[in-house]
């Protein structure tokens, strides 16, 4: 079931996305980045979005427990005024192969339909090949590649999905 993200979620969903970091992006973002203070910033960072507003966050839950994390709002990229964003999807290890992250992707894209956006917006990681192809088989295309500075230090790809082909 999907949700909103309650203050009772987030030391879940804290866990959740620090684990993804951890398992996923070893080798090729900054080190520091998947040490313990790079997970307490990272942490912060998620607190100070719940607290703010700043994005709509929602969780899956499964027989009471939190199993993932939708982040989505308004891009904060200038040359895409107007297009919504899911900034984060993270699906919990014991979860994934499950379903839930697609099940995230639909919610996200029918979030952003009903706010009336054009286009949806994803950033991933370049040599993170799982999502890049998760994400293509669900209609997203690459858009442009971007070495990421500080704090990262690694290249991004952004990929554009219409909302048209969304829908259709």
Known sequence: MIRPLTEQDFEAVTAIVNDGWRTTYAGYVAPALLEDAGCRERAAALEQDFRSHR???YVWEEAGEV????SAGD??????PGAFELWRIYVAEKARGKGVGGRLLEFGERLAWEKGKTQIVIWVFRRNTHAL??????GYCMDKMEQLGEPYMAEGVRLIKRLEEAKS
């Open 55 to 57: 994005l709509e966050e």
């Open 133 to 138: 192809a998760f994400y293509q088989k669900h």
């Open 75 to 80: 891009t904060g990229d200038k040359d895409r």
């Open 67 to 70: 199993w993932a994390l939708l």
